[in-house]
């Protein structure tokens, strides 16, 4: 077997195609939005003293 043969199995590998059980194609990019989910988690447990605030917001850095 050559290169081309184990570059090919290590595309696939690495690489998989799509499977739609468990992707789907997003209308838009939730970054933003999961980003202020996280920001705001972190807030409450920096208030809740579950982490101090040396550890928390990472916009803050």
């Given at each position: 077997?050559g290169?081309?043969?184990?570059?090919?199995?290590?595309?696939?590998?690495?690489?998989?195609?799509?499977?739609?059980?468990?992707?789907?194609?997003?209308?838009?990019?939730?970054?933003?939005?999961?980003?202020?989910?996280?920001?705001?988690?972190?807030?409450?447990?920096?208030?809740?003293?579950?982490?101090?605030?040396?550890?928390?917001?990472?916009?803050?850095?």
């Amino acid at each position: 077997m050559g290169t081309k043969f184990y570059r090919e199995e290590a595309s696939q590998t690495a690489c998989p195609p799509p499977n739609p059980d468990h992707y789907k194609r997003l209308d838009s990019d939730p970054t933003l939005e999961i980003a202020k989910k996280v920001e705001a988690a972190i807030q409450k447990m920096i208030r809740n003293g579950s982490i101090d605030s040396e550890t928390g917001p990472i916009s803050s850095r």
